[in-house]
């Protein structure tokens, strides 16, 4: 009977006990940003491959003549990219694309339009600004392949060909656009392109003109 009242007893005391001095609460720092990330499947940290394409929109714009502007005419892009991860959110982004260029513009013989083929390298800082969402700038080096000029006057249609087999233009551009993560391997992209330095126009007719590209393409993203 004893040992029943002692047990009672000590239960008693020890329910007091814990009613009176609760457990303490641990309390746990975050994880750094980088393993906050990788803890819940993000794969920002992971170098990716991909591919991408799409339509190019470009004229021609006059530097020092605010009042030449030329008509747009429409090319595609398509070519190599990569995502090297550098420290959330930046990373550095090249790519590798063939591009299409070029204008359309109205003179007093008819209507003449240029295509003009390219090698264009971007070299592009990406900020990933909210998980789906990322900005990019930075400069590309173009390297042009090849001219077609086309002069139409209603009448008669002439072709003219020039194959740049030099190497010796290439031109500096600036790069601006966004991207919108449609899924995981699938990413909506927009750019704006306009190059820093003047075309050497082997005809002389336009005397600095630079070629403008606006960009709407999809890229597919491998890791």
Do not use: W
């Not at 750019?191 to 960009?215: E, M």
């Amino acid at each position: 009977m004893a040992i029943c009242l002692l047990t009672v007893a000590g239960t008693v005391s020890a329910q007091r006990y814990d009613r009176r001095y609760p457990p303490r609460r641990v309390v746990r720092r975050p994880p750094p940003v980088q393993e906050r990330y990788q803890r819940r499947g993000d794969d920002f940290y992971r170098p990716k491959v991909g591919i991408a394409g799409g339509v190019n929109f470009s004229n021609t714009v006059d530097a020092y003549n605010s009042d030449f502007s030329t008509s747009t005419i429409a090319g595609l892009h398509l070519g190599l990219t990569f995502d090297i991860p550098v420290a959330y959110p930046l990373s550095f982004a090249p790519e590798i694309l063939f591009s299409q260029k070029g204008y359309r513009a109205q003179t007093a013989d008819g209507e003449f339009k240029q295509r003009t083929n390219y090698v264009d390298i971007p070299l592009l800082a990406k900020f990933r600004l909210v998980p789906g969402f990322n900005f990019v700038v930075g400069p590309q080096l173009s390297f042009l392949t090849s001219t077609k000029n086309i002069y139409d006057n209603g009448f008669n249609t002439v072709y003219e060909s020039d194959y740049n087999d030099r190497g010796d233009k290439s031109y500096l551009s600036g790069v601006i656009g966004v991207g919108i993560d449609l899924n995981r391997n699938v990413e909506l992209r927009g750019r704006y392109t306009i190059d820093l330095d003047k075309n050497r126009s082997n005809s002389g007719a336009i005397p600095d003109y630079r070629n403008q590209v606006f960009q709407l393409g999809l890229g597919f993203k491998f890791q």
